[in-house]
């Protein structure tokens, strides 16, 4: 900006530039033009990890050789499970579909009830169709609100960067776990927009 180049102006200049700049942070296209040309996605979704009965969606591809895991009863460090899990707009398995989650999680604490997740958010409706967002973290499943890393991605996602708030929203049953997932993804402006003309996905895109 040349106007803050007049060295008297300085700290009047730099009051009102942090006052626009606040301004444009709270919403709009002034937002992305105050994070030079970035925006930010903030995503809702719930995720269905189903590890057995019918409608399984996980399935544990390894099972840890030991030890056994002292608070996590009947598990072992090193179980790993490979999932395809369903994600839908609300914590209802029946609500509509948005995506799918596909990827790994693996027992990877000795002595913390905390998973290795390592997975690909792939999104199936709405605006957002046909992108996906890569996901790598640790989900210590005895923290009511775990925190993950957005990576990457493609599409709409090409080049992003954030994180994602990862809640245990409830069991449906002893093998139905549903996960409440707030994803903040920053993309570059050069990202390809949302598809023209999509449907805007009620509930999922929040902002
Ligand atoms: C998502 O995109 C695919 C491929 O273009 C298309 O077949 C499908 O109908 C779209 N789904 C929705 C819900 O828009």
Redesign the pocket.
């Known amino acids: 900006m040349a106007f803050v180049s007049t060295a008297a102006w300085m700290p009047r200049v730099v009051f009102v530039a942090s006052l626009v700049a606040a301004l444009a942070m709270a919403s709009g296209p002034a937002a992305a033009a105050a994070r030079g040309g970035r925006r930010v996605i903030h995503l809702r979704f719930y995720m269905h990890d189903i590890t057995g009965g019918p409608g399984q969606t996980a399935v544990q591809v390894v099972k840890g050789p030991g030890p056994a895991h002292p608070v996590m009863p009947g598990s072992h460090f090193g179980d790993t499970t490979v999932m395809d899990d369903a994600l839908t707009e609300g914590a209802s398995a029946a609500s509509r579909p948005v995506g799918r989650a596909q990827g790994t999680y693996t027992l990877a604490s000795l002595r913390e009830p905390a998973l290795w997740v390592s997975m690909t958010v792939v999104l ?3 605006a957002y ?2 992108s996906t967002i890569a996901v790598v973290g640790r989900d210590d499943i005895s923290a009511s609100v775990r925190e993950l890393a957005v990576v990457g991605g493609t599409g709409a996602f090409r080049g992003a960067t954030g994180h994602v708030l990862w809640r245990t929203a409830r069991m449906e049953s002893r093998d139905h776990v549903v996960l409440e997932l707030d994803v903040y993804a920053t993309v570059p402006g050069a990202s390809p927009p949302p598809r023209a003309g ?2 805007r996905q009620g509930g999922l895109n929040l902002d």
């Open positions: 199936t409706g709405g169709n046909g999509a449907v």
